[in-house]
Structures are given as C-alpha cells and as structure tokens.
C-alpha cells in the first residue's frame, strides 16, 4: 500500500459513516459555482497538495454570495492545479484540538486539548490511547484547559458527554481503519449541543510490522536448575563470575566447559546435553559466533530459558547473527533473555543469575531494566536504602523477550507487588497497555528529549513525541511515570507498603510548623485533599498545649513527645483520612524511637496508610530504622513523603478489578 | 485617603503624561454623539460604578456610524446610572496581558504575558519588580509564551523593544505613583510598530505602613562575649541549655542569674549589668513578663544585641508585651533577635548561642530560618551529610530584626559564599531585591497554597499570590527558588563550590548509557546545552573501545576504568565546556576511587566546573568520600546533579558586578 492523503471531503465521508458529525458542506468543481446560500461560510481549495490549506491562502470566510463568487474566483486563480473546492458552514464554539498519530508501539493515539492558533505554544494536548475506558478518557481529558472550558469558562461550556463519544466513535474507527497514520480534525468545534470538526485531513501509511507478544510461561524466571555455558576457572572471565554468584541458590548448578571437570566446587560438564538431570535455565557466556550452536544443544536438552550474557549481537551491527538466534530459539521453542544482558536475580531464591557482584534484600518489587548499569547501580544502594526485589530482570537487546512480556509475567505472579521498569524503547507499547493499571506500576523513561528533536510534518505529530505518548498511554491506564530513579524507590517504598491508595484525604501531624506548611503546599499543589479537624477540635484541646495549631496539620509544637503523640493520634484516627503523614524534626525534648512506636501502632490499628517524614541525620535514625523494620514508609524531606502519597493515589478512580473484567 | 476608582480616559490620560501610547478616544455625555468616523470602533460606558465593562454588557463593537448611534442608545438604556461614554479606535495585534499590583511586602509588581480570554486559565503572566532592570525584565518575559508571540510565531510579530520601554515608562509611573494599588491594562495590543493598552483601570489605596530598613552592624553576630541571662543549674531548663552550648565558644561567656555563684564551671553575676567586662550578646531565657526590664538593664550595659529565647510574645497573642520590648530596643540602640527564636549559631567561632544540642560543621553558608524546628533538623542531618555553615540564624517573631535585614548581612559578610533562607513571611521583600543576586542565594518560600484561597478582585489578583510574587520578583534579580529542603542543600552544595555560572554548556562522560541519557534528558529539559564531542570524535576513538557512544553523553562502556576515563577527561578537557558531569556506575571493572581521583584532578586542572553523579551504595562511598573531601559536588541521582547544575547556572546574563553598581 502507497502513502496516501485523504481530502477535506474524503475526511467527512469518513467520519459521517462512523456517526460523527461534519459541517453541512458542498463539494463543487473548479468552474462551477455551488447554489450555497447558509452565511457566513468557509471557503477552501480540496488539493491532495495542498496538506496546510490555512498557511497557503487556501481558506477564506465569506458573508454573503457575493463574496462567495469573489472568493472562489481567487482561490482558482491562486490554486491553477486545484479542480476541487469546498465550501461549508462557519461553525463557532470551543475550539478543540483533535489529532490522531499511529506510533510504532501504541499503534493509534488521540489526542485531545485546547485548540487554536496558540495549540503549539501552549500544548495543553494529553493523548489517548485506544485501549483506554471511557472513564480513563474521561481523566485524561481533565488534565486539559479544554475540560476547563468545556465545564463553563467565561462564556465558554460545552457538552462533555457528546465530547467523549465522539472520542470513543473515533476510537471505533481507528480500530477498524488500521492504516489511519495520521488525522487530524483541526479545528473541532465544542458547544453544549454539538461537536463538529471544522477541517480533516488524513495520511494513510501501510500498518508497520510489529513483533508478536508471545505470553511467558509462569515459572520461567523460578527455574529449579540453572546451568553455566562458558563457565570458567579463571576469576576474571565472566563465566567464573555466574558460577560464583551461584553459590547462594537454592536449586542446582551445572557448570559446562569441555576444559574442566570441576569448577567452584560443582561438578562441570563437557556440554549442557550431557547434564544427567533437567536444566531449566541456560547462562550462556560464549563468544557470540558460538550462541547459536550452543543455543540448538540447549533446544535439544529441553532448556526452558537461555540468559545470553554474550554481547557481540545487534548492539555491534551484527543484526544477522543476532536473527540467527532467534531462528533457532524459535525452532525449539526456548525463550530467551539478551542477548547482551546482565542477566537476572531472584532474591527469594537466592538466585543471582547475572555477573553483578551484589544480590540485593529480598523483597515485592519485580525491577525490569532496559539498562544493566542501571541494575548494578541500583542493587548496590538498595542494602544501604533497605529496598528489596521478587526479581531483577536486564532485558539486553530484547531479542526474543521484551520487557512487557516480563511485565506481563510479573503482574501474574504472587511474589510480586509492585513493578519498577527503567524503559528505553518499548516495542509492545499497545500490548503493556493491558497489563498496567492491574498491579502497582513504577515506570522511569528515558528519550524524554528526542521528542523535541523530532522534525514533524503535522500538528499531531510535533505534539507526539515518543516520551509524551508513552507517559499519557501509560498514565491514562494507570501507570506511574516519574522523573528520576530516587522518586522511583520512594514511590516502591509507598506502594509496597499501601498498593494504591482509592482516596486523597490526608492528614498531617508534625512536631515543627514549618515542615508543616511546607507539607501543606505541596499537598495542595498535587492536589491532595486536606481533612479538617473541627470535629475534633475541642478533644484536641484537651490534650495539646493551648497554642497547637488547630488546624491541619495539626501541629503538636516543638516540645512533643512521643505521649502527646500518641494522644492526639488516639482522637484523630477518628476522622475520616486515607493517608496520614507524621513529621517528627529532633528537637530537645523529641524522644524519636518511641514517637515511631506510637506511629507504627497508629498504622496497626487503624489498618490505613500512615507516612513517616523523619527529618535530621543521626538523631532520628533509630526511628527510620523502627519505621523501616515495620513497612511503615518513611522519607527524609517532606516533599519526598508527599510526592510519594501523591503518586500512590489512584487518579483514575476506576477500580483496577473493573478495569481488570474490561481487559 | 480613601480608596478611588479610576475610569478608562482616566486612565489613559496618566498613561499618556509618562508617554505610553493609549487609542484614540473621544469622551462623550449621555445625550451627545460625538463626531466619530474611525471604524470599527469601540463603544463602552465610563462608569465608577461599572468596574468589569466587557461582563457587564458594557463594551460594544462598532463598524458604521450607524452601528455607533445604535450602541450608544443600547449603553444609554442598560447603564441608566451612566454620566458618560466613550468611543475609541479597534486596535488588532499580540493580544498582552498586562496588571500591575502592590504587594504589601514587594511593592508594586508588573505582570505581564499573554492575554486574552484565556489569561485565567493558562496563568501565563511573569510578575516584574520595579527594580528589575531592563535586562532583567526581559529575562523575566523570555519565561512567557508572550515573548514568543512577540518573536514571531504564527502570523504574529511584535516588537520587543517597544514592549520592554513600555514596561520601563510603567515603571517610572508606579515609582512616582504610590497610591496606586491596582492597574488593569487588559488587553494590551502588540504589533511591530505599537504597544497600545486597550483598556484601563486603576484602584487607588493609600500605602501600607510598613517597617524600616534598618542595616546591621557588621559584627553583630560575631560577638567576642555573650551573657546568659537566665542561666540556669537546672538540666531541663533551657537557661541550662544555653550555657552548656556555649562551653565551646572561643569568647567569653557570663552566665546571669542572682540566685547562683557559678553554672557549669563558669562564674555567674545577679545582673548583666554587674558584668565587669564588655557583653556584645546577651541571650535571655527568663518569663516573657520580665523580658522588657532585662532588655533595659541590657541597653544600659551598652549590649549590641539581644537574642530573645523567651516565648509568650506576639504568637501567643501578646502583642503589646512586644511592642513593649522593641520600644525598649529603640530606645537603647539594641537589636532584638527574637522574641521566640532558637538563637543563632556561628561554627567558626565553636559558637552555639541556641538551645540546639548540635552545632553543624564549619562551612560557608549562611543559613537564615523563619522555623526554628527546621534548624534542628538541618543542623543535624548536616554532620552526615558533610554540609557546612557560617552562620545559622533563627529568626523568630521578627519584632526588631527581620530576615532581609540578615540578608544584607550575610551578603557583606567575608565568611559567607552561599546564603540560604526558609522564608515564611517577609516585610522587606522590596528592600531584599537590592541584594538578591550579589551572592548565590536559594529560598525555600513556604506558603505555595495560600494564594489560591484568596478571593480576588482583579485579574493581577488572582494571578498574583503571595507565593508567585516572592517567586517571579526573588528570581528575576538572580535568587534561586526551589521546592524542597533536599533540592536547596543540593543547590548550595553546587555554589558553594563553583558559585553560578556564566554558562550552560554540559559535557557528560558515564560508564552507563541509562543514567547518561537519563542526564541528557534532565539537561535539555531545563535548557542546558549538550556540547558537540566531534571535534574530538578521532582523538577518543584512538583511546575508547569501539562501541563507544560518539555522542555527548561520552559513553566509556561499561567495563572503563579510571585509566579510561583519565583518557577520555585529556581529550574532553580541550573543549569549550562550563561544566562537566562524570557519572559513575559499579560495574565489575569500575576502580571507584581511583575514577574519583581523576575528577578530582580534572577540576585541578580545568578550574572549571566538575560534578560527579556516583551511583549505588557501599561500592561508590569511597569514591564519594574523596569528592566531598575534596570540595567537589556529588550527587546519587543525575536528577539531583543535573538539576543543581541548572540551578547553579545564571538565567539573567548581566553580570552580578553590573547590577551592583546599578542598585
């Protein structure tokens, strides 16, 4: 299939038969003039050349037929290969921006915001992604000024209801017209009884080639045997380094070299198909014109998974051996991590298949990484930080395995509750789409800059970066998409601990005013609800000194101790909150382990979620480490804490058991 | 005075006495049509009454004669009230927002951006202090969409130096023009060759009251004796406290309190007054009621300043027992720290004049707190976290001393290079700006979510809260406002090795591609500059493993050693760099400290700016450590490094010497 435009008409006939609405319009040949008579009215030149109409001369309002007559004699004139011309009712409204773009991964995104000649200026534009509710559509939407105005802005309302079906109609057709490559409906006009696009025009581009999502089977990163391919004596190759860092695990290990009999003490085969007992999982760390022979052997041994710790493939140009590979994998139906990978750990098992040096604590959080550097810099803060993992996964160069197939198996399986991914490319973009959202989900992007870089042909597309699609799909589905890798782990720490919190009502409790009011700002920036406490304002009063603050936060005043705390948690687990966030500053009557104690009961009996925000250096560590011991989240700096609360509540107030039947 | 409402050719005709261009207008009486033939025109009705026009049905459009009469009789009949009208010229082009306010701390503020019917819901607008200089103003509208427009951006095009002596003419107006209190000039309308306010109104309010300025002398936190007055026997009495903090002061201490002969080994006098030697500071701790009689045996003893620890003043509603006391201050000559402040701390001099349990390590930031609590907790989180201090001071109710006052100290003062503030509330805000900007200074403001509770009358109003005009005014005079605690350490940690910078050309060498594009992400986001490595793409080829990534971030893979990156920093150091990031990863290969010894003598050698991003926990910590000895900032997130970096780098160009002059 070529490249192909659509015109302004061809457009409206499209949409018409999907349901949508399109201006009353009249096509007409150059020549001729329509028997128009509906002022004032648009005039535009219909040219598969002409793609911007606006920035060429080719639109022009006219008021009467006299002026229609004018206006299409110019538009001939200034248009000689023109033989078509349009004109159509002048709608008025709400001016929205509508564009659809197919990205290689998501497949179709819509995007929706405020339109205007300011659209990229302002860029108040979320994308869509086809898999997403009405409802989630619906949270979108709301991140936009153009929910603003359609909800009534100065003279300005529109009718949201019409707004969301014409999206889901749009969805419907995109779903059925894969080789849409791009739409756009610019400007669509909002008012409170209609929704109108006021021009179209689309590029259809045969659909891209994408890899098949093929399932991974539960039990594949659990093996119970783990063989060595490339195992070595020698302390400074890497296949000594896999066999080493296999001495903690729990199941069994069969070096293979020919050259040995022995190596760290375990029996070493000549090849993995002379091993006498199943292996489950292959490490392979053999120069990489070896893999695929040694690959066929593991095929032929009934090997589950192979870890191609090797790099040599597409990562240094040489996408044929690397295809190869896959060839081979494919025939016997063996998966395959990497190539050029890390490898994997399952700290439940003791398992450390990976040359990094460190296993790190054990844990809920599956880490999938598109960067092996990033796992060793991770797992060797995460002893010092106390962050522990079900698995870590180094994707390498994807060959068979991708990332969302892990994310996929990670949403299934029991030792996990939280899923963090560090993702470089992703080329199951629309099949993550079904997994997020069911299971806490962590995910750092990197490219947010390539975007930018980008020459883009249309609106849409200068709009649709690659990181911009990603965080919107990912989000609208109820993914989590932070900045760095600290606010990652500081968000684990959270949903670790609570999942994902349904409401937003906090409470703050603080022994320092100041942290307090900081406390109180971000919530409100993030837009955390604030409980009042007036219901229980003269209980307090009984218990607090006379100038506590008798508000939220609720500030117990720099002598507290852990008694006052306690009895002020005593009235306020009364209120209706979801989260409640403890700040504690050393101050010299401050007795912080025991202030850590009543915060760990007020967790325990109220069974919500509760925040510690422990601020100072060795004064307060005895308290972290009181809160860490327990689960009980706790931050050094209240913006941290606050962040982490913000990022734990569900935006999207779906349930995820909905979304889940949905699905 | 009382409050006075300004109509349009009010307005217009002040505009027009400092040169700012206003439409043609002609002002007429109910019953009269004036001899109008412009068109399109406006018509609206002149009313003190009527003070939102366009709401109001009171501005009409008009494109005959005809239509004028028309509009006239319409305005007749809808503002019965109404004495007058007027008729002015349709005026086309950038539509500007443009309000100025009087901040009861900052003074009058300009805020300009883009206009229209959306200023409210995009909130584009950049507040400008009258003592911005031109350079500084336009820094602050290169923030705005509204500077784009006026680049050049679709059909439109303004003239910016039109637009920046606009704003100059407004300013000498507001100077000379006090009682202004609010000024709507909404829309303004831009072109390349006019600027001209297509509406206006003034609300006049006399001026606040508001404190003097009054310059501290310059020694007076570094006092050779300090007296407790109060001193105490008693372990739990903060009498006790102060006198145990100062056992380390390098000057002299006089305990006071008639009831002893000695506390803790020092001898103790029945009154300040019967010290026989000079007492620069005296500390009080005695009941707030006998504050005012203390104060004066201190003015008669000739102390230069009191630091007043008791509590019970203002904040607990005694307002006139500190009137009391700062008229007992004037009378004497003293200043007065507190009431209700921890005190203050000088690490150089072992001096703790606080009733915190530590005294932070020496260091060169100045750390000036509206909480006391926060002190406790920074200066104890700062032995860990190897950050050090000139002076801390807490400044308490603020009934002599303010903050700005502390400011200008601190920016004369030899010990001090970076100074930090935890703002609250600030009086002096206009007196501050004379000294943002001639030493690093990071605020943290605390207050972000009271601005949008007030009630607003005007656009400026509600665009101009508390928190965004400290912001807008504190930045555009080169301060750095930052969001968190952990943010301003990071900050400071950065100016205090390298103060700000001129430039904002990066370089980044990593060991990981992950974190590298991580950081070249965060780097373009805030507008640093990635500088090309070609130049010297052959040079690191000869020296780097082929896979190397040929691109800035200079990616040495992962197995670089530090022979590697002393390699690769010989080349890198040829180029025209401000600053250079070097993240570290542990890897197998990664010699940690001997990478940390190389960035080391890349910033000896360079005298420019090197940071290092040193990942994970106990395997980079020595190699942190010989950093931090070494005065070089690190950081474990590139998040934080790369932000710092930014933070650190000068927005406003002008030179800091230059505007010294100025001010």
Not at 98 to 104: E, F, I, L, Y
Not at 169 to 194: A, G, R, V
Not at 469 to 489: M, P, Q, Y
Request: proline residues 6%; aromatic residues 8%.
């Amino acid at each position: 299939m070529k490249d192909l435009f659509l015109t302004e008409p061809e457009v409206y006939s499209l949409l018409s038969s999907y349901g949508i609405s399109v201006p009353a319009y009249s096509l007409f040949k150059r020549g001729e003039l329509p028997s128009w008579n509906t002022f004032p009215a648009v005039v535009k030149v219909v040219s598969k050349r002409v793609i911007h109409k606006s920035s060429a001369g080719g639109v022009l309002f006219v008021s009467s037929r006299e002026e229609l007559k004018r206006a299409v004699s110019e538009l001939e004139q200034k248009f000689p290969e023109a033989e078509e011309f349009i004109v159509e009712e002048k709608l008025s409204g709400i001016e929205a921006f509508v564009g659809v773009k197919r990205d290689p991964s998501f497949l179709h995104v819509v995007g929706a915001g405020t339109g205007g000649i300011f659209v990229e200026l302002f860029k108040d534009v979320v994308f869509i992604p086809l898999k997403a509710s009405k409802e989630e559509t619906l949270e979108q939407i709301k991140k936009t000024k153009l929910y603003k105005l359609i909800e009534g802005f100065r003279n300005y309302r529109g009718n949201l209801e019409l707004f969301l079906d014409f999206i889901e109609k749009l969805k419907i057709l995109l779903t059925e017209h894969p080789e849409i490559y791009e739409l756009d409906l610019n400007p669509t006009f909002i008012t409170e009884s209609y929704i109108v696009p006021a021009d179209g025009r689309a590029l259809l581009k045969e659909p891209e080639k994408r890899r098949e999502f093929k399932p991974l089977p539960d039990n594949l990163f659990r093996p119970k045997s783990v063989a060595v391919i490339g195992a070595s004596k020698n302390p400074k190759k890497v296949g000594y380094a896999l066999v080493r860092n296999l001495e903690r695990f729990k199941g069994k290990v069969f070096p293979v070299n020919p050259k040995y009999e022995k190596v760290l003490g375990f029996k070493c085969y000549p090849s993995v198909k002379e091993v006498p007992e199943p292996v489950d999982c292959a490490l392979i760390a053999v120069p990489a014109e070896v893999v695929p022979s040694v690959l066929k052997e593991c095929g032929e041994k009934g090997v589950n998974l192979a870890v191609v710790i090797s790099a040599g493939f597409k990562e240094a140009g040489r996408e044929e051996l690397e295809r190869e590979l896959v060839e081979v994998a494919k025939k016997y139906g063996i998966r395959v991590l990497g190539p050029n990978t890390l490898g994997f750990m399952v700290p439940p098992l003791g398992l450390n298949a990976s040359f990094s040096t460190t296993l790190p604590p054990e844990g809920e959080i599956s880490f999938l990484s598109q960067s092996g550097a990033l796992i060793t810099a991770v797992v060797d803060a995460a002893a010092s930080e106390d962050i522990g993992f079900s698995e870590v996964i180094s994707l390498g160069n994807q060959a068979d395995i991708e990332i969302t197939e892990c994310f996929d198996l990670a949403v299934r399986s029991s030792d996990t509750k939280v899923i963090l991914s560090y993702v470089e490319g992703l080329e199951l973009g629309f099949e993550l789409l079904d997994f997020v959202g069911r299971k806490p989900a962590v995910f750092i992007k990197a490219g947010k800059s390539e975007g930018g870089k980008r020459a883009a042909a249309s609106h849409t597309g200068s709009l649709a970066g690659n990181y911009k699609v990603f965080k919107d799909a990912v989000e609208c589905r109820g993914g989590i998409v932070v900045d760095s890798l600290e606010e990652a782990f500081d968000c684990c720490r959270f949903l670790t601990a609570y999942g994902r919190l349904r409401g937003k009502k906090l409470l703050i409790v603080t022994n320092a005013g100041g942290p307090g009011t900081l406390s109180a700002d971000y919530a409100t920036t993030f837009g955390l609800e604030l409980i009042s406490v007036d219901p229980v304002l003269e209980e307090l009063s009984e218990v607090l000194p006379p100038n506590w603050s008798r508000i939220n936060p609720v500030d117990l005043i720099g002598d507290a101790t852990s008694d006052r705390y306690r009895a002020a948690f005593e009235i306020l687990e009364k209120l209706q909150w979801d989260v409640c966030l403890v700040i504690v500053t050393p101050q010299s009557m401050t007795d912080v382990p025991e202030i850590a104690h009543e915060v760990v009961k007020l967790a325990e009996r109220t069974k919500r979620a509760v925040v510690g925000c422990f601020m100072g250096g060795s004064s307060v560590s005895k308290g972290v480490e009181i809160l860490k011991r327990e689960g009980i989240p706790v931050y050094p700096d209240p913006y941290r804490a606050v962040n982490s609360i913000r990022r734990g509540v569900w935006s999207v107030q779906s349930s995820s058991e909905e979304r889940r039947e949905k699905v």
